[in-house]
């Protein structure tokens, strides 16, 4: 698969534009070029914005994620993924979904103190809890800021149950955690990988790790007994579609027990970010991808009906699925991810003594 830069190309970013945030009335550009002395000059560094919330557990009542339970130690994501549906929430803390959500990184280093008072809470029924629902837990910041280790002790030490969703091998750091949580049935990790052509993982996710190295983090997981699902995530028709088959069965090769997929879809500012992108990556098929894009979509590159929205319809959608059923059925055949163990919740003694 071809790929040449050309001058205006951001090397190490996915997005190539900073999309104008639709909350905010004024924006700093260059309206003439042509006066200027020098060119109007962006940080291309990762920053690092603290907040300090009050709750660090969120719940969505989508009926897509079945009242899922999640926490983000981060927004933002250095990864770079062109097609994160995660960008779009970067607008909310005045920042763009497109270059600003790669290097400005908002981190929330209270996160464990306010999982445990959490836990704490009077009456906590144990549910489930996703690390994380929008972006990477263990994106490149983790590695030194260990806020997702410190997550994860919490995790264990109330013998809580938590999946995490990751496509990072930073994940290995903390084997000895997963370990211990995989041996109490108290954890599910799922593993992205979205193309084993490394050229096109490359540009889809400049800053994550190799398919080899997300391969091998399924294999050395599912060794130490921790149940592994492979998300081929996100399908999109024209660009990874036709590999759905070799990453399930690669990755039912290493010890995967699940496989799961989710439809791209270029939702809010997206559009914009990976119309750019494809048209100054792939001008020879950007408009073939984005009419097949369209076709399992009902004509939009986006859709927000529940039910629908992250698997498409029609023809295209529908070869995808059977592409995606049979390679489960002859690569995984009968495993599946074993069921919680809920039981084990450990919260501190006296959480519920009240007065009466």
């Not at 008072?117 to 009456?123: A, M």
């Not at 000895?176 to 049935?185: P, Q, R, T």
């Not at 599910?188 to 084993?196: A, E, G, K, P, R």
């Amino acid at each position: 698969m071809a790929f040449e830069a050309n001058d205006d190309f951001f090397k190490g970013r996915g997005a190539q534009v900073n999309t104008h945030n639709k909350f905010l009335k004024v924006k700093y550009v260059a309206e003439h070029i042509e006066g200027l002395d020098e060119p109007l000059l962006q940080n291309s560094k990762t920053q690092l914005f603290d907040e300090h919330p009050k709750s660090i557990v969120s719940k969505s009542n989508s009926p897509d994620l079945s009242h899922m339970h999640s926490i983000n130690p981060y927004q933002g994501c250095e990864h770079g993924c062109i097609y994160c549906y995660a960008r779009n929430s970067h607008e909310y803390y005045g920042f763009s979904a497109g270059l600003d959500f790669e290097r400005k990184i908002i981190v929330k280093r209270n996160a464990p103190e306010l999982l445990e008072e959490y836990f704490n809470k009077r009456r906590y029924q144990p549910t489930p809890i996703v690390l994380s629902g929008n972006t990477d837990c263990y994106q490149p910041i983790e590695r030194d800021l260990e806020i997702t280790r410190r997550l994860l002790q919490v995790f264990l030490q109330y013998k809580h149950p938590v999946s995490i969703i990751t496509k990072n091998n930073l994940i290995l750091r903390d084997m000895d955690i997963v370990e211990e949580l995989a041996k109490l049935n108290l954890i599910h990790v799922n593993i992205s990988i979205t193309s084993l052509d490394e050229q096109l993982r490359q540009k889809l996710e400049p800053r994550t790790v190799t398919s080899i190295g997300r391969l091998n983090v399924i294999e050395k997981l599912s060794a130490k007994g921790v149940p592994v699902r492979v998300m081929t995530a996100p399908i999109i028709p024209g660009l990874n579609s036709n590999e759905v088959p070799a990453i399930i069965k690669a990755a039912a090769n290493r010890g995967a027990v699940a496989a799961g997929f989710t439809m791209v879809r270029l939702n809010g500012s997206i559009a914009e970010i990976f119309t750019d992108w494809i048209h100054k990556t792939f001008p020879d098929r950007a408009e073939k991808v984005l009419n097949l894009i369209r076709q399992v979509h009902d004509g939009n590159l986006n859709d927000s009906e529940f039910g629908r929205r992250m698997s498409g319809d029609g023809e295209v959608a529908e070869s995808i699925h059977q592409l995606y059923r049979m390679a489960c059925k002859k690569y995984l055949g009968d495993r599946e991810m074993p069921g919680y163990n809920l039981s084990l919740f450990t919260p501190k003694t006296g959480r519920q003594i009240t007065l009466f």
